[in-house]
């Protein structure tokens, strides 16, 4: 399978934990994004990357968030202190830049935090 | 930031039923995508219409863009349980970030 995956699938932490999550895109896609789902919401943009490079980050992307995509890869998205309303599924994507106006993206299946 | 209305919230039919679900905004898209995510996993796309008046056929689903291009519609004709899930609307907010419409939650009941 040649799809988007995101690792852990489930993730269960105490509040004031750190958390990672990883994201393995789409091999030939140099563009990875980051949404965060809430129950009964859409996904909402928190940030994305071009290759290695962070070019936009959503005002939803707090201080104790952090992304990175160190070698234009696969890319870490990190919580740090942990808070109930962090509980979420947190959604990776990938596209292809092709210089076409509109680029499809790609999701993988999420990892879903719950903050207790 | 371009906000998108989906309707209804929720809907549950019978199998065999036909339903259509809508999406709308006070802004003129670009484009538009439709989306169906099925619990626990990510939003798979559909089809993406582009020009106003744009109508697609996906087997039973047929998707409508208006012709001001600020209105989308889905229409599912025979509902299957199969097509239970959020069904998304999303468009591109004027950079490369998605914005989608809280969804609307189908269930076809057997």
């Known amino acids: 399978d040649t799809g988007v995956s995101q690792d852990p699938r489930h993730k269960i932490t105490k509040r004031g934990q750190n958390v990672t999550f990883r994201c393995d895109p789409i091999?030939?896609?140099?563009?990875l994004y980051w949404y965060r789902q809430t129950l009964g919401q859409g996904p909402e943009f928190l940030t994305y990357?071009?290759?290695?490079?962070?070019?936009?980050k959503s005002r939803l992307l707090s201080d104790r968030f952090s992304a990175e995509r160190p070698k234009g890869s696969f890319s870490t998205l990190e919580i740090q202190r942990t808070e109930q309303g962090d509980s979420a599924m947190y959604l990776c994507a990938s596209s292809e830049l092709s210089g076409i106006d509109r680029e499809t993206q790609y999701f993988g299946p999420g990892t879903r935090l719950l903050v207790l | 930031t371009q906000l998108l209305e989906q309707s209804p919230q929720f809907l549950s039919i019978q199998e065999g039923e036909n339903l259509t679900v809508y999406c709308n905004s006070s802004?003129?898209?670009?484009?538009l995508q439709w989306y169906r995510q099925e619990p626990g996993e990510g939003p798979v796309l559909l089809v993406t219409v582009v020009t106003g008046g744009e109508v697609k056929k996906l087997k039973r689903l047929t998707f409508q863009f208006g012709d001001a291009r600020k209105d989308s519609s889905l229409h599912i004709t025979a509902a299957q349980p199969g097509d239970t899930g959020l069904y998304l609307c999303e468009s591109q907010g004027g950079s490369e970030k998605l914005v989608f419409g809280k969804g609307t939650k189908l269930t076809v009941n057997p």
């Open positions: 091999s030939e896609h140099n563009r």
């Open positions: 802004s003129v898209f670009s484009s």
């Open positions: 990357f071009q290759n290695e490079a962070q070019l936009e």
